[in-house]
């Protein structure tokens, strides 16, 4: 059974960091492209970052580039979101899933970036 489930969200001043975890179970994680989407409220969900199986390529929405980091550790089934610099407008749930959003989603976890 494929379990997706994020967390590291939390309420952060704008300019602060979050380090968002993504723990994945029942599937073979190390040979899928994993992605972080979000969805803000009354927004469509959309993508924040991908990575390849092997870390090496990484790809960023423009609206988070510079400022997030993406990664992953296959030996442990887990993708990470650093977030720094956070903005107001970064505030949303963030789910992971396999590029495509191929799994059923998770939970989420969520952020919010507010003075």
């Known amino acids: 059974q494929v379990q997706l489930v994020e967390s590291g969200g939390g309420l952060v001043q704008p300019g602060g960091s979050l380090k968002l975890s993504c723990a994945a179970s029942?599937?073979?994680?190390?040979?899928?492209?994993m992605t972080w989407y979000r969805q803000a409220p009354g927004l469509e969900r959309g993508l924040v970052a991908t990575?390849?199986?092997?870390?090496?390529?990484?790809l960023y929405a423009d609206s988070v580039k510079g400022r997030f980091t993406i990664s992953r550790d296959n030996s442990k089934n887990t993708m990470y979101l650093q977030m720094n610099s956070l903005k107001p407008e970064d505030t949303a749930v963030y789910y992971c899933?396999?590029?495509?959003?191929?799994?059923?989603w998770g939970q989420g976890t969520q952020v919010t970036v507010s003075s």
């Open positions: 899933n396999a590029r495509g959003g191929r799994f059923k």
């Open positions: 029942g599937f073979s994680f190390s040979i899928y492209e």
């Open positions: 990575i390849t199986v092997s870390g090496g390529i990484t």
